[in-house]
């Protein structure tokens, strides 16, 4: 293994190792790829919601390399260091023959003004290295995060449908992904220190991160950088020195035993959800509809559980669950019950130099009945409007326990203490709901803003409620399911 | 699901379903755009300064701050432009720099030239800007309740709607709310301004209107549009953003370039470009209908308001557009339409695919719906009852008459291909079944005039070479925005000539290759530009065959060209050899091709004339399910038919009618523009302003093209223009979203539903029918 770790940043594209001695910490992958002359990557909106900038990045895995798509308009290039790096201009194969999921795009006549196909075609591109029979449900999933104002991705569709149909090719095939030399080259970037470069440090261990970060508090710390990267190219924002958390292994473990399940803050967003969906499948659709999966690729949990938005999405479910933060502070530790760790807009209860470690999900007891909702203008990548969880649980027909807990309604995502007290104790039936519902007004004052009115919000968070006691209420038989989402419908 | 997938044979011309030319260019990321060219290392980068507040009087701009910023080379402001501070295409009230004045929040006041993207930004907030605030109107009813007009109102009267509207046995009035739209194109607005040895210009623009913005760039700066030059090689979506937009873009470009002697690239990044830039106008219709227990309608009277923002732009002819498709596909036979263009202190609207005809169907489709559901009719019966006669009630309210109305025949077609009448029954039965679930079904058709109301525009040039390689280069006027124009073009061009599409190519746009282009926009791409290189193709074939008589003393019918080989009689010449035989023989292998529309004429005074060439067609049927708890929709089918004549090249066309269908419900259902109290625009990024995703587009989808029906008009190939058509079909899943919102109320009763059909727009809805 070599050992360069200094100034540098290295990683392999092409098959080539490159080395940048000379980037600002805060340089997004895509203004380095363009600069460098690289044009095919596209810029359509830099904050990661139009996909045009999407590439792909290849991280060492054992003896295996995982291959996931991101937006390079809010990923810093220091956080390339030690990946291979796939761009639209890789996919040719040197003798001009186009890549499958290219050749398919052309077949379909599936790119119009041509600007968003970059991204597309990369997007599509992850999909095929990891799944050699995708359904169309897998496409339409897998390009979440890619907006084209052109085709009404029908033609899109259908050339991720059938990219996989195509005769493998000689040049980033399944197999030519895994190749011992790019294995080998991606070995020969990885560093056993911390990179430094002036203003960016990325520790590889909580100790290194715990000391580096209570000797300097005021140091930014980086995960994901979907939000951080906006500071950059949105707020134009001068960082303070960052420290990095990507490369501590051990912070993206994610661990299960009997009592609960631990999450990793570092833990991307994709491997969270994964846990999550396989302890509460109804977890799926919210995961689905969280940002899209290149943002959940560079995402992290604990960047959204730190972060603290009223709006992020995965706070409500972990707060109706009973989650814990897993709170670190030079040697010491503490755990804390998630609603207690908000205590106003945009504040925690964090003291200097301590940090999210992880979060910590105690298993629901089995009798649990538990639901997660989005409402937001559009199905698929859009911020919620009002975001719900309910976990309750019921014997002998009475509701014995109620954790409600909203994103959306009030200056941090928050559990529904007056709608909570008006459900314990009762019995389940829908007057119980409708007067949960109408106590939501005593526990929210919710903003009126673009994303929908004040009134809107507490009227849809109480029907909420009532949707929940009709899905799984046994007394309504023949009631239909909630058929908006395409992958729920029922298709008559 | 339609194919059209098969790739045809590279010797394909006109009606093969050809790939995009650029359609390699775009999966490997070598396709270049504007913002991808290699500029000289000198370059300067740019960033405007923009109002923040949407009215007042500018009391002083210190620019001091921005010139001491980090990397800053210059600044301008509207005493920087030697010639005239304005972008306004028609009426001169755009300014480049606002000065002493600011109309809206957003509006440029100064550029600054930096030596990177990021320094010119930041520098540009640095500005000290004083304002004075005076009193700002924001949306329709205010400046309405103002009289705050842009441009003069327009009243067009046709027959007698007073007295029929008072012999009318039933009556009905309402309203309809029609929300704005983002173009939203990929690519933002950009422009580079690099200049020339001899004070001349070269212009870098992404636009759908070149010959605009060299005449703007000439005029701000004082020179001959002989000496701007504007190329555009392709656009990354255009939609009517880019026609008349773009030269404020360049203009501001070319001052700074010229202030500093040194090439200047002006992005903007996608906030500024949806601040600062125009969008579809929001409209809003007050209506009295008279009609008959038929369901005819008798007399209509409407109140046509758009909010124009705070300039004229193209927001006259945006506003004729609306009126002159007020009609639809329905028979108006007296009609009074007050058209007002209001004044509003909010960023100036635009074009935007469809130009106003959209917004014109709306209001009556919305009128026959009405009608239906008043008399408890199905709304096809209504709709079919309205519809322009064939051989009578074939004249519309501004005089022109329909004579290629095809508008029974798509509505049999598809009422039966889409199983309308056992779908109605079920979803029927599903909605007295579901207190929960409600679905929505409607079936609307679209007839969209084809031509530019300004006859002037309709007109257009293309420049073709044949090298004496045998190789061919096409030019034309019209502009690449992903439409498939070039692809469309090189067809034809491949056609005339007898050549494989391989042999042509077509180059980047360019004001210095042919003059005097009008904006590729009004979908007239092709009609136009394909008939000017047809003319320029025609008039060199005719020069092969007159070289070929003349030197193998044969007569013109025993001359074929076909697939790159020219047969003369026994002699089978490769088109190669026969091109540098007849260069040797001096003969001129350059022409120009020029296209004029016929037939059309227009009075803008009285609103009437033949403003149209022909009107293409187009029905959909929409399904949709709604959650009554929550106001969430969802489209769970399409079927779509539509005419495009007789097809150039039947997948561009399905790319363009999908494309355009799914555009048209994004506008209906998730695109809201969200003002503030203070007239900031706070949906001006894909995280606040949501466009359709993949997932939008409803697995259930079936888009067929009208077979069988050739353009009765001399068009090229007998094709109609696609463009902007199909934008409107989708105007028929707003109309199943307020079906499945009626489901929810006493029978007869009217949703009142503004679009876009947002969640919260629609639970107000379902709310306000149920207490009805």
Redesign the interface.
């Known amino acids: 293994m070599t050992n360069n770790a200094a100034a540098a940043i290295r990683f392999v594209l092409d098959g080539q190792v490159v080395t940048v001695t000379d980037a600002k910490p805060t340089t997004t992958l895509l203004d380095y790829l363009?600069e460098q002359?690289r044009?095919?990557?596209?810029?359509?909106?830099?904050?990661g919601?139009?996909g045009?900038c999407t590439v792909v990045l290849g991280e060492l895995n054992g003896e295996h390399i995982d291959y996931r798509a991101v937006n390079s308009c809010i990923r810093f290039l220091p956080t390339v260091a030690g990946k291979a790096l796939v761009?639209?201009?890789s996919?040719?194969a040197a003798d001009g023959t186009?890549h499958p999921?290219?050749?398919a795009?052309?077949?379909?006549?599936a790119?119009?003004?041509?600007?968003?196909?970059?991204g597309f075609?990369m997007s599509l591109f992850a999909l095929y290295l990891r799944n050699a029979a995708p359904t169309?449900e897998t496409?339409?999933e897998a390009?979440?995060g890619?907006?084209?104002?052109?085709?009404?991705?029908?033609?899109?569709?259908?050339a991720g449908c059938k990219a996989s149909q195509y005769a493998e090719p000689s040049h980033w095939s399944r197999v030519a992904a895994q190749a011992p030399a790019l294995i080998t080259a991606l070995r020969a970037v990885q560093n056993d220190e911390a990179a430094a470069l002036p203003g960016f440090q990325a520790p590889r261990s909580i100790e290194a991160l715990a000391t580096a970060y209570a000797a300097t508090p005021n140091a930014l710390l980086l995960a994901g950088g979907t939000d951080i990267g906006l500071w950059v190219t949105?707020q134009?924002r001068a960082l303070p020195p960052i420290i990095y958390l990507g490369d501590i292994a051990e912070l993206k473990t994610i661990s299960d035993d009997t009592e609960a399940l631990t999450i990793g803050a570092a833990a991307s967003l994709t491997d969270a959800w994964a846990a999550l969906i396989a302890h509460y499948p109804s977890l799926a659709e919210v995961a689905q509809r969280f940002a899209s999966p290149p943002v959940r690729n560079s995402g992290t949990l604990g960047g959204n559980v730190a972060n603290g938005s009223p709006i992020g999405d995965s706070m409500p479910p972990l707060l109706a669950l009973n989650a814990e933060v897993l709170l670190r502070h030079a040697a010491s530790t503490r755990r804390l019950p998630l609603h207690a760790f908000y205590l106003g807009y945009q504040q925690k209860d964090l003291a200097p130099g301590e940090f999210v470690a992880g979060i910590r999900i105690p298993h629901a007891a089995i009798d649990t009945k538990f639901a997660c909702y989005k409402?937001?203008?559009?199905?698929?990548?859009?911020?919620s409007?009002v975001c719900a969880a309910f976990a309750l649980r019921i014997v002998d027909g009475i509701i014995v326990d109620a954790k409600l807990a909203f994103g959306g309604m009030a200056a941090v995502p928050a559990r529904a203490v007056q709608a909570e007290a008006a459900l314990i104790g009762q019995a389940w039936t829908e007057a119980a709901f409708t007067r949960a519902a109408a106590a939501l007004a005593a526990d929210f004052q919710p903003l009126s803003?673009?994303?929908?009115?004040s009134a809107?919000r507490l009227?849809?968070a109480g029907?909420?409620l009532?949707?929940f006691y009709?899905e799984h209420s046994d007394a309504a038989p023949?009631?239909?399911l909630?058929?908006?989402?395409?992958h729920a419908?029922a298709?008559? | 699901?339609s194919g059209?997938?098969a790739?045809l044979p590279d010797t394909a011309g006109v009606g093969a379903?050809q790939?995009?030319e650029?359609?390699?260019?775009?999966?490997?990321?070598?396709?270049?755009?504007t913002?991808?060219i290699?500029l000289p290392a000198s370059t300067l980068h740019a960033a405007f300064g923009i109002s923040t507040i949407a009215h007042g009087r500018v009391l002083a701009l210190d620019l001091t701050p921005v010139l001491a910023m980090p990397g800053v080379v210059a600044v301008a402001t509207a005493a920087d432009i030697p010639g005239e501070n304005n972008y306004g295409g028609i009426v001169k009230d755009d300014p480049i720099f606002a000065e002493g004045l600011v109309q809206y929040a957003g509006q440029p006041l100064f550029a600054v030239a930096a030596t990177s993207f990021?320094a010119a930004?930041?520098a540009a907030?640095a500005a000290k800007i004083e304002y004075a605030p005076l009193p700002a109107i924001l949306d329709i009813r205010a400046a309405l309740a103002a009289d705050s007009d842009v441009i003069p109102r327009q009243h067009l009267v046709h027959g007698t709607p007073d007295a029929a509207l008072a012999a009318a046995p039933r009556q009905l009035s309402g309203t309809v709310t029609i929300g704005g739209q983002d173009?939203?194109?990929?690519?933002?607005q950009i422009a580079a301004a690099l200049p020339q040895d001899d004070g001349a210009l070269l212009i870098y623009s992404s636009t759908q209107h070149p010959t605009e913005v060299q005449h703007v760039v000439a005029h701000a700066l004082a020179l001959h549009s002989h000496a701007v030059t504007v190329q555009c090689r392709?656009?990354?979506?255009?939609?009517g953003g880019k026609e008349s937009q773009p030269a404020l873009i360049a203009a501001a470009a070319a001052v700074l370039a010229r202030k500093t002697g040194r090439p200047v690239k002006l992005r903007l990044?996608?906030?500024a470009d949806m601040l600062i830039t125009g969008k579809r106008h929001d409209f809003l219709a007050d209506y009295t209908v008279g009609f008959d227990d038929d369901g005819g309608i008798r007399a209509l009277k409407v109140m046509l308001a758009s909010r124009c923002g705070y300039s004229a732009d193209l927001s006259g002819p945006v506003n004729d557009r609306a009126i002159c498709h007020l009609d639809n596909a329905y028979f108006l036979e007296h009609v009074e339409v007050v058209s007002r263009r209001l004044k509003t202190h909010t960023v100036s609207n635009t074009a935007f695919r469809g130009f106003g005809g959209p917004q014109g169907m709306m209001v009556i489709e919305q009128i026959v719906e009405d009608i239906a559901r008043t008399l408890g009719r199905d709304a096809l019966e209504i709709r079919r009852r309205n519809f322009y006669g064939i051989a009578q009630r074939n004249q519309t309210h501004y005089g022109q008459i329909v004579e290629d109305n095809v508008l029974h025949i798509l509505a049999d077609q598809l009422e039966a291909s889409s199983g309308y009448r056992q779908r109605r029954a079920?979803i029927t039965a599903w909605n007295a079944?579901?207190?929960?679930?409600k679905r929505g079904l409607a079936l609307t058709p679209v007839k969209f005039g084809i031509s530019f109301n300004a006859t002037f525009f309709n007109q257009a040039g293309a420049l073709l070479h044949i090298y004496n390689d045998g190789s061919v280069l096409v030019n034309h006027g019209g502009t690449e925005?992903?439409?498939?124009l070039h692809t469309k073009i090189a067809q034809i061009v491949a056609t005339e000539l007898g050549l494989p599409a391989s042999h042509i190519r077509v180059s980047a746009t360019d004001t210095a290759k042919v003059p005097n282009t009008s904006a590729t926009a009004a979908s007239s791409g092709s009609d136009l530009n394909g008939k000017a290189a047809q003319a320029a193709a025609h008039t060199l074939r005719q020069r092969l065959v007159d070289y070929a008589c003349e030197t193998y003393q044969v007569t013109a019918d025993a001359i074929k060209i076909e697939n790159g080989i020219v047969q003369i009689g026994k002699h089978m010449i490769p088109f190669a050899d026969f091109a540098r035989q007849a260069y040797l023989a001096r003969v001129s292998l350059s022409a120009t091709g020029f296209y004029r529309t016929p037939k059309i004429h227009w009075d803008r005074t009285t609103l009437s004339g033949r403003p149209f060439f022909y009107f293409a067609y187009g029905a959909a049927v929409s399904e949709v399910?709604i959650?009554t708890?929550?106001?969430?929709?969802?489209l769970?089918a399409v079927d779509i038919l539509h005419d495009v004549g007789t097809s150039l090249n039947p997948?561009?066309d399905?790319?363009q009618i999908?494309?355009?269908?799914?555009?048209g419900a994004g506008w209906l259902t998730?695109e809201?523009l969200?003002w503030n109290a203070r007239g900031e625009l706070?949906?001006h990024?894909?995280?606040?302003y949501?466009?359709?995703?993949?997932?939008?587009?409803?697995?259930?989808?079936t888009?067929r093209l009208l077979e069988h029906a050739p353009n009765p008009e001399d068009t090229i190939y007998r094709s109609k223009a696609v463009g902007e058509p199909p934008l409107m079909l989708a105007i028929s899943v707003f109309h199943a979203i307020r079906d499945a919102v009626a489901a929810c109320g006493p029978a007869g009763a009217l949703p009142d539903l503004p679009a876009p059909a947002?969640?919260?727009a629609v639970?107000?809805a379902i709310d306000a029918i149920r207490l009805t």
């Not at chain 1, 803003?449 to 009115?453: I, P, T």
């Not at chain 2, 650029?22 to 755009?33: E, I, M």
């Open positions: 363009r002359g044009c095919g990557t596209k810029e359509g909106c830099a904050e919601d139009c045009a761009t639209v201009e996919l040719q186009l999921v290219q050749q795009m052309v077949d379909c006549h790119s119009q003004c041509g600007f968003c196909t970059p075609v169309r496409v339409v390009l979440a890619n907006l084209c104002r052109c085709t009404g991705y029908r033609p899109i569709i259908d949105k134009l409402l937001s203008k559009r199905i698929d990548q859009d911020i409007a803003d673009l994303r929908a009115s809107y009227r849809a029907n909420l009532q949707r009709l023949g009631l239909p909630p058929v908006l989402r395409t419908v298709v008559p | 699901m059209a997938e790739t379903s790939a995009h650029s359609a390699a260019l775009h999966v490997t990321g070598r396709a270049a755009y913002d991808d290699p990021e930004r930041k907030l173009q939203f194109y990929l690519e933002g392709r656009m990354g979506g255009g939609f990044e996608r906030d079920e079944a579901n207190p929960i679930i925005m992903g439409q498939g399910a959650d708890l929550t106001g969430e929709t969802q769970l997948a561009i399905l790319g999908e494309g355009a269908f799914l555009q998730t809201e969200y706070k949906t990024a894909p995280s606040t949501k466009i359709p995703t993949a997932r939008d587009w409803p697995a259930r989808a888009v947002t969640p919260e639970l107000n």
